[in-house]
């Protein structure tokens, strides 16, 4: 496999027909769902998703980066409503219109590391009343354990190319099966 930095620049820069291939392997994957919520690396594969389930996207955003959705607040009342995006690090700003009712959630990423940006969105999710069925990634980068993370708390994790660190590079996973 190719270095770690030829290897990113390869997966952001899919060919429309690799981007196709990857979407038709996940629509077979992935279980029903109301809403796909994108982490940013992940847009255009979340796009595709939505399109072919003819479901809505929501992006989120790490804070900073996100249009802020409430003016300022002037009570702890109303900050106790909001969700705690300040300490979690991450928004999740709902386009115009969203149904009412939705129900489950997939989050979709690029590259599934150590699960820790999934699993603070999922948080923001539950806080809507959405429940994260699954956590889609195109990769899935096995030794940082991010599935471990995200399956211990009840989520099935998708992953289209499991790859792992090894002290010659990047290589396939073969430690364990791909379960799909």
Do not use: C, Y
Request: proline fraction near 9%; hydrophobic fraction near 40%; charge should be negative.
């Amino acid at each position: 496999m190719p270095s770690e930095t030829l290897f990113e620049d390869r997966l952001s820069d899919l060919s429309l027909r690799d981007r196709a291939a990857v979407l038709d392997h996940l629509d077979l994957l992935v279980p029903d769902f109301d809403v796909v919520i994108a982490l940013p690396d992940a847009e255009k594969m979340a796009r595709g998703l939505a399109r072919m389930r003819g479901t809505p996207v929501v992006m989120a955003q790490p804070n900073g980066t996100a249009p802020s959705e409430a003016g300022p607040q002037t009570s702890s009342q109303e900050a106790a409503d909001l969700p705690d995006e300040a300490t979690n690090h991450w928004s999740l700003p709902t386009p115009d219109p969203l149904p009412e009712d939705i129900q489950t959630a997939v989050i979709l990423t690029r590259q599934l590391q150590d699960g820790l940006p999934e699993l603070l969105v999922a948080l923001l999710a539950a806080k809507r009343g959405w429940t994260v069925r699954a956590v889609v990634a195109v990769v899935e980068r096995t030794n940082f354990r991010g599935r471990t993370r995200l399956e211990l708390q009840g989520m099935a994790v998708h992953a289209v190319l499991q790859i792992a660190d090894t002290p010659r590079g990047l290589e396939l996973e073969r430690r364990f099966p791909n379960p799909e």
